[in-house]
């Protein structure tokens, strides 16, 4: 990947960001943000899936979530860390720390996370070639060890 901005390099600010999704909860309302957010995520994770070759990809959960923790944590974009990716049955979890979404926020704030959230979501849906419908069911910012997505099959 090519740097986009000379000086400043390809990275902004949580803060900017988070301000971005506050002035379009204002502006649009939450739900439609979620949406917006949720499917711009699953944009991203699906082209990332691309670039890291795990379309319909035969690795197994473990290296697939070692691609994805390089690629979106402290050595690629820093939205978050990937510590597991599990299949339980036909749901697959992934466990999330540092997600971007829970950043600043304080201990038992409602906050989901969407834009993280449907960037995991994209990627999973392109390493297992298959729809899924995505939930957070657990939340560091109330009680959680880990910011969990869970994705069912549709």
Not at 15 to 34: D, N, S
Not at 52 to 71: I, Q
Request: hydrophobic letters at 40%; a neutral charge; one cysteine or more.
């Amino acid at each position: 990947m090519s740097i986009m901005r000379k000086e400043l390099g390809d990275f902004n600010s949580i803060v900017c960001f988070k301000a971005a999704i506050t002035g379009m909860e204002e502006a649009l309302g939450e739900k439609a943000t979620a949406i917006a957010l949720t499917t711009a995520g699953r944009t991203r994770g699906k082209k990332l899936a691309e670039d890291l070759g795990l379309v319909g990809s035969t690795l197994s959960l473990d290296d697939a979530a070692e691609k994805l923790k390089k690629a979106l944590g402290k050595e690629g974009t820093c939205l978050c860390i990937i510590d597991k990716i599990v299949a339980e049955g036909e749901i697959v979890k992934v466990y999330t720390s540092e997600t971007f979404c829970s950043a600043g926020e304080p201990a038992g704030s409602p906050r989901k996370c969407t834009f993280t959230m449907g960037a995991v979501w994209g990627a999973v849906e392109q390493l297992m070639s298959k729809k899924f419908r995505g939930l957070h069911t657990e939340s560091v910012l109330r009680g959680g060890t880990h910011d969990v997505f869970e994705f069912t099959p549709l």
